[in-house]
């Protein structure tokens, strides 16, 4: 989609605009709706929590491609800023709701107690679906960013080295 050439209020007659910048609001809309149905299903066939932390990094997938082209260089930067403000305030209600469901979906389940509940709410915050907004987080997709910025910031502070960037290895407790 770089590729394409970029848009603005002077590639189409108002009227034409107006149309597209509709029809681009309500595709946001539908793919909305279907990534939150598929999240709801996927959670709800979950089994454990190790399975509903999958699906919940799994998810994001979806949340990178609203904010790719909510950043889209071919359209106007008054609709590319609209555009990312509507996702990021989204993306933020979506993670606050998920977090107010698991306190109440953990509550209801027969038996629970209060540390199931607290795991629960540390696995929702945990695997925050608001990652993706943070400015290290790699919108392409690729790990690449994230090894060009370990190396630019060595680059700059050569007392560090590129290990400093890999986490430690941490040692497994076993029963």
């Not at 909510?70 to 979506?94: F, K, V, W, Y």
């Not at 929702?124 to 690449?144: E, I, K, M």
Request: glycine residues 4%; proline residues 5%.
């Amino acid at each position: 989609m770089s590729q394409l050439p970029a848009i603005d209020a002077a590639s189409f007659p108002p009227a034409t605009f107006d149309r597209f910048l509709k029809r681009l609001n309500e595709a946001i809309g539908e793919f909305m709706r279907r990534w939150q149905d598929q999240l709801a299903t996927s959670l709800g066939k979950a089994s454990d929590l190790h399975a509903m932390a999958r699906v919940l990094v799994h998810s994001r997938e979806g949340l990178v491609m609203r904010l790719r082209l909510a950043q889209h260089p071919g359209l106007p930067q008054q609709i590319r800023e609209a555009l990312t403000d509507q996702a990021s305030a989204e993306i933020r209600d979506l993670q606050q709701q998920l977090e107010k469901d698991a306190a109440t979906r953990v509550s209801r389940m027969s038996g629970s107690s209060r540390p199931e509940q607290e795991s629960a709410l540390k696995l929702f915050r945990d695997n925050a679906l608001t990652a993706v907004l943070d400015p290290g987080f790699s919108l392409d997709g690729s790990v690449q960013d994230a090894v060009t910025r370990a190396a630019e910031a060595v680059e700059h502070n050569p007392s560090q080295t590129l290990t400093d960037f890999v986490p430690a290895r941490r040692t497994r407790r076993l029963l």
